[in-house]
């Protein structure tokens, strides 16, 4: 079965940035490092079949969030594909204005500000 939705092959050294969602509720899952070379399409059918999930005929795997069982990223990250790196995310406004700001809801770093 191949997904509607092509993602070329991961290779070492690369960053992901894994994202869910739409438009003003598109989230950051996290930020990684490839580790070890991966073709995503055949990982996440290992994830399903391992973790009982189903995948539709477009290669979707619906609800997944809401069964039991590691999520996609860190279970990559468990079997050595990616390792989930710290980060920061600086909000540089909206709607055409720019002030910069912290951005708490999608940064995982401890951050310590100073005045």
Not at 22 to 35: F, N
Not at 56 to 82: I, M, Y
Request: hydrophobic share 35%; proline share 4%; glycine share 8%.
């Amino acid at each position: 079965m191949s997904s509607e939705y092509y993602v070329p092959l991961c290779k070492v050294g690369q960053t992901l940035l894994p994202t869910e969602g739409e438009h003003e509720g598109c989230e950051v899952l996290g930020l990684y490092t490839v580790t070890k070379e991966f073709d995503p399409e055949v990982q996440l059918r290992a994830w399903a079949a391992l973790t009982e999930r189903a995948i539709d005929k477009h290669g979707v795997v619906r609800e997944a969030a809401f069964t039991n069982g590691p999520q996609f990223f860190p279970w990559l990250g468990s079997c050595g594909f990616v390792e989930a790196r710290q980060y920061r995310a600086i909000h540089t406004g909206e709607y055409g204005d720019v002030q910069l700001s912290e951005h708490r809801k999608l940064t995982n770093a401890v951050v310590t500000t100073t005045k």
